[in-house]
């Protein structure tokens, strides 16, 4: 079985040979000077970045999940961060691909960018065909881009930002439009299946007491699927309509009941098990979700 690689942008730089700051947020390349080797196959990754790809002349095919999407020259697709996936380029003599971080878009597009452009954490992004008219409005976009790209500017991530907005925009009016990530989330979704499957295996330790690695934080969750806690919050909420925090409160709460009427635990030692530094801290937790405190509830007042 192989491998899958956790791949940041600064891995990418270092897998290319390509000098790269300590933080990249946001770069545009060209796929031809990046894989001079023709045919090419990549390892397989699990990206914490978007990327957009337009193929001018070029032919490949990409893997997200268990999906394999085939794409061929005049065409476009993104694939955004979470995903285990990999391409194969048959050809690649002129293709452009930005890469960029959930950081770069909540601090240069919008703080709330997912509302905006919902289809940003779409499970399944197939490529799209474009006509030549389409083709020359994205390629014009991608070189003003590059331009920007290249030079040092202090107003240069606004500008990245601002252009990508407009690309943002073409993508929504041609291809997404009328996209709704909770209906998708409800027949497929990926991120969230495995968010779910982290949330009962960190239960199942409290439960078995092999709790002490497990966090019920934001954060603990999302270095488990490598994903930044803002981003996993966005595709969580957009696709169960609940927040991350929701979702860990009312698991949380739920497995405090338990423990309260079918254990002898006193509410200081479950609020242990379950993570809170101080039993005031559980009490108040349980207050606000019940109206009761902890010993209330369990004596049934």
């Known amino acids: 079985m192989e491998v899958i690689v956790h ?26 000077d990046i894989h001079p080797e023709i045919p090419f196959k990549s390892p397989i990754l699990q990206a914490d970045y978007f990327s957009f790809i337009l193929t001018k002349d070029g032919s490949g095919v990409y893997s997200l999940d268990d999906n394999k999407f085939p794409f061929d020259s005049h065409s476009f697709y993104f694939t955004n961060p979470g995903h285990i996936k990999s391409y194969e380029l048959y050809e690649s003599k002129q293709a452009l691909i930005i890469t960029l971080s959930d950081k770069f878009l909540q601090e240069n597009i919008h703080v709330e960018i997912y509302e905006e452009f919902p289809f940003l954490l779409a499970e399944k992004s197939p490529p799209y065909q474009l006509s030549a008219s389409e083709f020359e409005e994205f390629e014009i976009l991608y070189k003003q881009i590059l331009k920007e790209f290249d030079k040092n500017s202090p107003y240069k991530d606004k500008i990245l930002g601002n252009l990508f907005t407009v690309l943002l925009i073409k993508v929504k009016e041609k291809f997404w439009s009328t996209y709704n990530p909770i209906e998708e989330g409800n027949r497929d979704s990926q991120i969230v299946k495995s968010f779910k499957k982290q949330l009962e295996k960190a239960f199942k330790s ?87 405190s902890p010993n209330a509830f369990r004596k049934g007042v």
Do not use: C, M
């Open 7 to 32: 791949h940041k942008i600064s891995d990418l730089y270092k897998t290319l040979g390509l000098p790269y700051a300590q933080e990249i947020d946001f770069t545009i390349l060209s796929i031809p």
């Open 206 to 292: 409290i439960l078995n007491d092999n709790s002490s690695e497990v966090k019920l934080q934001a954060q603990y969750f999302a270095e488990k699927l490598n994903l930044h806690p803002n981003y996993l919050n966005s595709v969580i909420k957009s696709k169960t309509g609940r927040t991350l925090n929701d979702w860990i409160s009312k698991r949380t709460l739920s497995l405090a009941k338990s423990l309260l009427l079918n254990t002898s635990l006193s509410s200081k030692e479950i609020a242990y098990k379950l993570g809170f530094s101080e039993s005031t801290h559980f009490g108040r937790f349980f207050k606000k979700h019940t109206n009761s």
